[in-house]
């Protein structure tokens, strides 16, 4: 009865929110510093690098490192969006949050990881054709193709959450501000509100899916079909590298995906703070920091590039 009279008053009064994730680990703002500002420097670091080298170099001018580039571009921006707040809170105790700020995190955040969703996609699709439609890769992905799919992700991404975002403005905070989670997310978000969020749960659950599962569906899809062509090669040697050329790929979608799913593919009620913060930390953090090291380590060509670099900078 309060939340639905306090609905129909319309009147904010909550003008920040207070970021309170990892409740268990509230004494460990040191240890937690310690830990994050590494993993943080590290994102940064490797992103930016294989996002330079794949700008720059001239032999890393095919559409796949076209869209490895964008991968790497929204990595920086998908951590950038949340882990230094996240570690001016371990550091200073600086928790709070504006409501503005709050609200504009929230759709950033969703808006990156919708358009990485749709780029895994597209990647998919660009190794689809690479070795299932060799004869006519070329002609396919062409530059303007490849621009074309890479502004497709970005928008869907932006406007894809646009719709929660807009409702959640409208939503009445009058009460509690205690956001359980390291970064404002839609669901905690809603749990706050003084109002009937049944709207919000739908749209918000509804894009999610959308999103979420059709990108996966169709990113194994093209690995159904990509694994059955591999299968045919005659060669053992050739199957080899011809997966090589895709297994990088696999790697992230599922350190990416599987737990984006647990996350927003499931009832609200089941929401908890803890093991939540913890499984969003692997789609957030810990894999756009794996990604370079992932791409670094698995692709000849990026580690020759790397190395023609450090050659060109030695002299």
């Not at 306090?6 to 509230?26: D, E, H, M």
């Not at 882990?83 to 504006?98: D, E, R, W, Y």
Request: glycine residues 4%.
């Amino acid at each position: 009865m309060e939340r639905r009279e306090a609905y129909n008053n319309t009147f904010t009064s909550v003008t920040v929110f207070i970021l309170f994730g990892f409740p268990s680990l509230q004494d460990f703002h040191d240890l937690l510093f310690g830990i994050f500002l590494p993993i943080y420097l590290l994102t940064i670091t490797g992103n930016g690098i294989v996002f330079l080298l794949t700008n720059l170099d001239d032999k890393l001018q095919s559409p796949m490192f076209f869209f490895v580039s964008h991968l790497s571009f929204l990595d920086l921006s998908f951590t950038t969006v949340t882990v230094p707040k996240m570690l001016a809170k371990f550091l200073m105790n600086s928790k709070t949050i504006s409501f503005s700020g709050c609200l504009l995190q929230m759709y950033v955040f969703l808006s990156l990881g919708s358009a990485e969703c749709l780029l895994l996609t597209v990647m998919s699709f660009d190794r689809y054709y690479a070795i299932c439609q060799p004869l006519q890769y070329a002609t396919f992905m062409t530059r303007n193709r490849c621009v074309q799919l890479a502004l497709a992700a970005w928008t869907g991404g932006f406007l894809t959450p646009l719709t929660s975002a807009i409702l959640a403005t409208r939503l009445p905070f009058c009460g509690p501000n205690v956001v359980n989670h390291y970064y404002c997310d839609h669901p905690p978000l809603l749990r706050l509100a003084c109002a009937d969020t049944s709207l919000n749960v739908a749209v918000g659950s509804s894009f999610s899916f959308v999103v979420v599962i059709s990108s996966f569906s169709l990113v194994l899809v093209s690995y159904i079909k990509i694994i059955s062509s591999i299968l045919k090669i005659s060669s053992k040697g050739g199957r080899r590298k011809t997966f090589s050329t895709c297994a990088s790929h696999l790697i992230v979608v599922n350190l990416f995906f599987l737990p984006i799913i647990f996350m927003y593919i499931r009832p609200v009620g089941s929401y908890v703070s803890d093991v939540d913060s913890l499984v969003a930390m692997l789609y957030s953090v810990l894999t756009p920091m794996l990604n370079p090291l992932i791409y670094t380590l698995r692709n000849k060509e990026i580690k020759e590039a790397f190395r023609r670099k450090l050659m060109r900078t030695g002299h």
